[in-house]
């Protein structure tokens, strides 16, 4: 009786965590998953009650654990579920990377240009960015179009037939993620930049003054300032336009 419970528990969990393939790397990109939200302990439990939800079968259909045909079907799912993590996390990383432009521009990462060993690793406009875009997204019904899209997703590449991927538009996907960011970034960029100019043209007719000294305050400020006044009414909306939608599945997957 209990060697047919832990066989049986075995084989549960052998799927589970099959199922749980298609979902860990979402789980590892997406900033409101983060270990900041989620500890290890709970995201791995997490993880595979929402994959034991949109699991598409109700029996056991897998190939036995210790074949080469289960490896291979691990593979394919991690690999899917890399592409679908890469899909919904872009608006994160968009976000992610105008923070990192604009500390960059401001002079507070300055450490890392000049010792990259010693300087910070992420900026923490980045973080807050990130952070923001989390926030909008949830608020949006973001969760709704995660579980949407992984759900579609079966449906379209079955866990347990051949599918093909389109990693083409991934590139145009790469081009769009650094321009969009440098063009949301641009008036904070051009509003440095005139600062930097007047500090410059202050340090040169009033050496004394030494403006380098004073230049993060003054460029911080008035950076923090434009973010306020532009970012508000506008970031939120792109936001929205950029998130991935399941209708745009096959696209990626045939």
Request: with cysteine; proline share 6%.
């Amino acid at each position: 009786m209990m060697i047919d419970f832990t066989n049986h528990f075995l084989n549960e969990l052998i799927v589970v965590l099959f199922a749980s393939a298609r979902l860990m790397p979402a789980f590892f990109l997406l900033p409101f998953f983060s270990n900041n939200v989620l500890t290890g302990s709970l995201r791995l439990p997490i993880t595979m009650l929402v994959a034991f939800s949109l699991w598409p079968y109700q029996e056991k259909v897998l190939p036995p654990f210790e074949t080469f045909l289960y490896l291979g079907l691990v593979s394919k799912e991690l690999l899917i579920g890399v592409l679908l993590a890469f899909l919904i996390s872009w608006p994160f990383w968009i976000l992610h990377a105008v923070g990192a432009i604009i500390d960059n521009q401001r002079g507070a990462t300055i450490s890392s240009s000049i010792d990259p060993i010693s300087g910070v690793d992420t900026s923490e406009l980045s973080n807050f960015f990130n952070l923001f875009a989390a926030a909008v997204f949830l608020q949006g019904g973001g969760m709704t179009l995660f579980l949407e899209s992984y759900h579609q997703s079966y449906q379209i590449c079955s866990p347990l037939r051949d599918c093909t991927f389109a990693f083409s538009p991934i590139f145009a996907i790469l081009t769009k993620l650094m321009s969009k960011s440098l063009i949301l970034a641009s008036p904070v960029i051009a509003v440095l930049l005139m600062t930097e100019a007047i500090l410059g043209l202050l340090s040169r007719f009033a050496p004394q003054l030494n403006a380098f000294s004073i230049a993060l305050t003054v460029k911080s400020l008035i950076a923090f300032l434009v973010i306020i006044l532009y970012f508000s009414a506008f970031i939120p909306d792109q936001i929205n336009s950029l998130s991935f939608y399941s209708e745009l599945l096959p696209v990626w997957f045939k």
